[in-house]
């Protein structure tokens, strides 16, 4: 069921098509004329997609029903009902889904696209953050909206775009973006280390990638690149993973120093919103190796648990990790903005737009020695963890040693009495064996209390 024709007359000749090559819909208890009937219904939106999910199963099962019965195979027919019934219930979902499109795609008689459809239905229910952690792939197009950047409908013209977002493109979103004059790379292109691949110019459009802390479609934090490429008409972004910036930045546009009325106060208004965001997880960073050194450095008199310990080195290694690739970040937006600055100084842009890239990689080289002390941090909290664990485990290889030797006077004891020497004046006698006994523990008393005199216990 890949497809399904959304106007009256093609429904129609569908529910005749259907009937032609499936002859025995009525003598096996379907009703061909009910489906036609209620796909004639399905231009009305979301109501007669409602008739179809609901009435189709419902209109089927009273008919089938009575068949079954009349033929005595109720099993047969009772498992008909309801593959019958239940095959509805995805197609008019799938329906919902396209028919949130604009009416003059439906008016073209356009085929169903399951993927352009649930990426609408996403966007126009305010879904996107979902959509993206399930992977779907997703175009989001911003158009000048007075002071502010509106997200364009489906059915709008990417021309009129100032601002192009798109994550996990599909090749007939590539190709629509492509069509406009702008090359999109592809995730191994985007993945190149060498700086020339990554930063280059390319008539008069600027091509940069950065790498970026964010979400996979796993929800797991990884650090993947985005590709920026700045025209002076628009702004296409490209990438693979969901940084939040690229979600919290649409809301707040018009609140940024630079505002969004071009596309490079775009540019720059979105890699303000990155330095935020990367300050943001250092600070968190910061309050992570805090809560570990409370656990680890404070002392209420007890050693603190292996579990305890185990759950600090963990923190400590997941801190570590996200300052590498805060680091890398700053690192790689460091030198997209010393390349951009060098477009703007050739081009000869406003000042503002230079004092604006002059502040950010200001922000960005203090970030920077931040990052390196909390990375210093780090590596002292991890020593300090690995020393309590050294110290906890030397404290059970301590007691398991001090145990040992207090059982070896005793053991040697026995050990002298065990041996077979037919003169030993004390096997005859009655209190031979109770005088080895208290001699025994005499020399273990003896050696524990010496371990304590010299606090070794």
Request: glycine share 8%.
């Amino acid at each position: 069921m890949s497809t399904w024709i959304e106007k009256d007359s093609a429904a129609a000749k569908a529910a005749k098509r259907d009937d032609a090559r499936a002859g025995d819909h009525r003598t096996n208890g379907g009703s061909s004329d009910t489906e036609a009937k209620l796909f004639a219904v399905m231009p009305m939106g979301p109501a007669g997609v409602c008739v179809v999910t609901i009435v189709t199963p419902v209109a089927y099962w009273p008919k089938t029903a009575r068949n079954a019965v009349a033929s005595k195979a109720a099993v047969r027919s009772g498992l008909a009902i309801i593959m019958r019934s239940l095959r509805f219930v995805p197609c008019g979902l799938l329906l919902a889904a396209d028919l949130c499109l604009p009416s003059a795609d439906m008016a073209r008689g356009r085929l169903f696209n399951p993927g352009n459809a649930l990426s609408t239905l996403a966007c126009k229910m305010g879904m996107s953050d979902r959509a993206k952690q399930k992977g779907l792939k997703m175009q989001f197009a911003y158009q000048l909206d007075g002071t502010k950047l509106r997200r364009m409908e489906q059915s709008e013209a990417l021309e009129a775009a100032l601002w192009i977002d798109l994550y996990r493109p599909l090749p007939a979103q590539s190709a629509a973006v492509e069509a406009l004059g702008v090359e999109v790379p592809t995730l191994e292109d985007m993945e190149e280390i060498e700086i020339s691949n990554r930063l280059y110019r390319e008539d008069k459009t600027d091509v940069m990638t950065v790498v970026l802390p964010g979400l996979s479609t796993t929800k797991a934090q990884m650090a993947g690149p985005v590709t920026f490429i700045l025209s002076p008409t628009r702004l296409v972004t490209v990438r693979h993973h969901a940084p939040r910036p690229f979600e919290t930045y649409p809301e707040r546009a018009d609140k940024t120093g630079m505002g969004c009325a071009s596309p490079d106060h775009v540019f720059l208004g979105l890699i303000d919103e990155i330095i935020a965001r990367l300050a943001d997880l250092l600070e968190g960073v910061s309050k992570g190796l805090d809560e570990v050194s409370g656990k680890v450095f404070q002392s209420n008199g007890t050693p603190k648990s292996p579990t305890v310990l185990q759950a600090a080195l963990e923190k400590v290694g997941r801190e570590g990790d996200l300052v590498g690739k805060v680091r890398l970040a700053l690192l790689t937006v460091e030198r997209a903005l010393g390349f951009y600055i060098q477009g703007v100084t050739e081009r000869g842009r406003s000042d503002k737009i230079k004092v604006t890239v002059k502040a950010m990689t200001r922000d960005i080289q203090a970030l920077e020695v931040h990052s390196d002390f909390l990375s210093q941090r780090v590596g002292l909290a991890s020593d300090a963890t690995l020393g309590m664990i050294n110290l906890s485990q030397n404290i059970t290889v301590r007691i398991v040693s001090v145990v040992a030797v207090l059982f070896l006077p005793p053991t040697l004891i026995a050990s002298v009495y065990g041996m077979n020497f037919v003169h030993m004046p004390e096997l005859p006698k009655v209190w031979g064996y109770p005088f080895a006994l208290v001699l025994m523990v005499a020399s273990a008393l003896v050696t524990y209390l010496y371990f304590k005199w010299k606090k070794w216990l």
